[in-house]
């Protein structure tokens, strides 16, 4: 009688151990599949995916900060950093979610405490692709003109294909008469600007 419960409780764990790995699969199939459609713009229909994805696997920080990103790209602000918070609840050093919060801290004026976390993010990860030019804007709002001088080369070494880093440091140093580097960004501006239409082009 002992050794059946003994092997009917083996079984039952053996049967929850399969469980969890199979919701741990959906639960990232499905972040996945919302990860494209973000990638695509789709936020609506991505944040549906992300949505189901947490709700398998409600531990999940990436798909949580990733319903707070397709909730600022919907202008559900308050919801974003609700959700953001969450994450980092989860997981503090949660750099979507860090990133997330701190451009929503931005566009609510908090200068300050975004950049604090633009800091922590950059601190986390110094290859990230963004957040060393927002961190040059902060450091202009500051009047730290050197500081964002050397984040925005930073940005421009970590991600020469963004336009902006090359537009802000080019108009950085058009008020200091540097003419010529001034004019030359513009140029490495549009080349990148370009390079980031192509693909639209031929897919029209």
Same mark, same amino acid.
């Not at 499905?30 to 973000?38: A, I, P, Q, R």
């Not at 319903?67 to 559900?76: A, H, K, M, P, V």
């Not at 950059?122 to 290859?127: A, C, Q, T, V």
């Given at each position: 009688?002992?050794?059946?419960?003994?092997?009917?409780?083996?079984?039952?764990?053996?049967?929850?151990?399969?469980?969890?790995?199979?919701?741990?699969?959906?639960?990232?199939?499905?972040?996945?599949? /919302?990860?494209?459609?973000?990638?695509?713009?789709?936020?609506?229909?991505?944040? !549906?995916?992300?949505?189901?994805?947490?709700?398998?696997?409600?531990?999940?920080?990436?798909?949580?900060?990733?319903? /707070?990103?397709?909730?600022?790209?919907?202008?559900?602000?308050?919801?974003?950093?609700?959700?953001?918070?969450?994450?980092?609840?989860?997981?503090?050093?949660?750099?979507?979610?860090?990133?997330?919060?701190? !451009?929503?801290?931005?566009?609510?004026?908090?200068?300050? /405490?975004?950049?604090?976390?633009?800091?922590?993010?950059?601190?986390?990860?110094?290859?990230?692709? +963004?957040?060393?030019?927002? +961190?040059? !804007?902060?450091? !202009? +709002?500051?009047?730290?003109?050197?500081?964002?001088?050397?984040?925005? /080369?930073?940005?421009?070494?970590?991600?020469?294909?963004?336009?902006?880093?090359?537009?802000?440091?080019?108009?950085?140093?058009?008020?200091?008469?540097?003419?010529?580097?001034?004019?030359?960004?513009?140029?490495?501006?549009?080349?990148?600007?370009?390079?980031?239409?192509?693909?639209?082009? +031929?897919?029209?």
């Amino acid at each position: 009688m002992v050794k059946n419960i003994m092997n009917i409780a083996l079984i039952a764990s053996l049967f929850l151990a399969i469980s969890c790995n199979n919701s741990d699969r959906l639960d990232l199939k499905l972040m996945n599949e /919302g990860k494209v459609l973000f990638f695509q713009e789709d936020y609506q229909t991505a944040l !549906l995916k992300f949505q189901t994805s947490s709700q398998v696997n409600p531990r999940n920080d990436v798909s949580i900060a990733y319903i /707070g990103f397709c909730r600022y790209y919907l202008n559900e602000t308050r919801m974003a950093i609700t959700d953001f918070n969450k994450s980092l609840k989860l997981n503090r050093t949660n750099n979507i979610a860090l990133f997330g919060k701190s !451009l929503v801290l931005w566009d609510l004026g908090d200068y300050l /405490g975004a950049y604090t976390l633009f800091d922590s993010v950059s601190n986390i990860n110094p290859k990230h692709d +963004k957040v060393f030019y927002y +961190k040059a !804007l902060a450091a !202009l +709002k500051f009047e730290d003109t050197t500081f964002a001088i050397n984040s925005l /080369g930073i940005a421009i070494n970590n991600a020469p294909q963004f336009p902006e880093p090359y537009y802000l440091l080019s108009s950085i140093y058009l008020k200091q008469n540097r003419i010529k580097l001034a004019d030359s960004l513009v140029k490495l501006a549009t080349q990148a600007q370009k390079r980031m239409q192509s693909p639209q082009k +031929k897919d029209n």
